[in-house]
């Protein structure tokens, strides 16, 4: 996108691309704007090009979606896969940047301070029995946080395609030169009893990509 903005120095729009996306340096993290709308941009592109090609063929929404394939695009530019009413990639680019802009507006309203990957990337796990019994969920359920991480980042926390959401169950590193720094860090906790202590004590800093030294 910076290096599209680049080529049309006198054009607004480009303009702010340029002034938002300038500097980042393509981290995840939950307080970013630049990540919020990068993502976007990437899906919106994904279903301007792949998807309105695909029509209405079978996992043509699930293809339109899938990162590796809208990477590859992106790095190879084919002509064929730019909309008609797009011109050339820099005009598909642009168009997916609106694109993306509108959807992020959509959902996290109007005013510009509140668009943040965090904000968009929210962790909302409900326990199997609140599923079925939803006063259970204040309970059983851990709260609903705003994450950062992302599905094709170090750091799998996501949402997926499907709408669910998706992340790892545990974080383990296991340090051979020295055993008694071994870390680790569950997925709420270590208990499964929602009266312990232990039961979500490991979720926030699961959150937060923390571990804890668990020696040998």
Request: proline share 8%; net charge neutral; charged share 25%.
């Amino acid at each position: 996108l910076v290096e599209a903005a680049a080529r049309h120095p006198g054009d607004a729009s480009w303009r702010e691309v340029a002034d938002t996306m300038r500097g980042w340096d393509g981290r995840m993290e939950a307080d970013s704007r630049p990540a919020a709308l990068a993502f976007a941009t990437f899906r919106a592109l994904g279903e301007r090009a792949i998807g309105a090609r695909l029509g209405n063929r079978p996992f043509a929404r699930a293809l339109s979606r899938r990162m590796a394939a809208i990477h590859r695009l992106v790095l190879e530019r084919p002509a064929a896969w730019v909309p008609a009413a797009d011109g050339d990639w820099d005009g598909l680019l642009l168009a997916a940047w609106r694109a993306g802009s509108g959807q992020v507006a959509e959902k996290l309203g109007p005013e510009r301070e509140r668009w943040t990957w965090g904000a968009m990337n929210r962790v909302a796990v409900l326990h199997p029995l609140a599923g079925a019994f939803r006063p259970l969920g204040a309970l059983l359920s851990p709260p609903e946080v705003e994450s950062g991480g992302s599905s094709t980042t170090p750091n799998v926390l996501g949402i997926t395609s499907s709408g669910a959401f998706e992340g790892p169950s545990m974080r383990f590193i296991a340090d051979m030169a020295d055993p008694d720094n071994t870390r680790l860090v569950n997925f709420m906790g270590q208990s499964g009893h929602p009266a312990s202590p232990h039961y979500g004590d490991q979720f926030d800093p699961w959150r937060k990509v923390e571990t804890r030294r668990l020696p040998f």
